[in-house]
Nanobody
Framework: VQLQASGGGLAHPGGSLRLSCEAS????????MAWYRQGPGNVRFDVAT???????LYADSAKGRFTISMDNARNIVYLEMNNLKPEDTAVYYC?????????WGQGTEVTVSS
C-alpha cells in the first residue's frame, strides 16, 4: 500500500487548504485513516482521524476548523482546513491502519504566513 499526500502549500492566516491522501496498491480494508502533523521542533501528533464506520476524532487545536472525510470508492482521505493560523504550519502526514499494521504517506508541507 502506498499513500500519496498532496494539497499543501502557502496560505494566509484565515485562509483554507484541502489536503488529499490517495491510497494505491493492494488496498486492504482500513480500520482507520488519519492526518498527523509535525511542526518545526515539535513531535508528530494526530490532528484528525476517521474510522471505517465514519466516526471522527479531532485534536483540540483542529476542532471547529478542520474536517476529515473519506471517499471510500476512490480510497482518498481529505483534510479540509479552514481559518488557518500560523501555528498550523507543519508537515502533514497521512496514516492508514489496516488492522495489522500502519502505513505512512510522504508528507505535504503547509505554511501559514502573511
Amino acid at each position: 500500500v502506498q499513500l500519496q499526500a498532496s494539497g499543501g502549500g502557502l496560505a494566509h492566516p484565515g485562509g483554507s487548504l484541502r489536503l488529499s491522501c490517495e491510497a494505491s496498491g493492494k488496498i486492504p480494508s482500513f480500520k482507520l485513516m488519519a492526518w498527523y502533523r509535525q511542526g518545526p521542533g515539535n513531535v508528530r501528533f494526530d490532528v484528525a482521524t476517521i474510522a471505517s464506520d465514519g466516526d471522527t476524532l479531532y485534536a483540540d487545536s483542529a476542532k471547529g476548523r478542520f474536517t476529515i472525510s473519506m471517499d471510500n470508492a476512490r480510497n482518498i482521505v481529505y483534510l479540509e482546513m479552514n481559518n488557518l493560523k500560523p501555528e498550523d504550519t507543519a508537515v502533514y502526514y497521512c496514516f492508514a491502519d489496516d488492522y495489522s499494521r500502519g502505513y505512512w504517506g510522504q508528507g505535504t508541507e503547509v505554511t501559514v504566513s502573511s
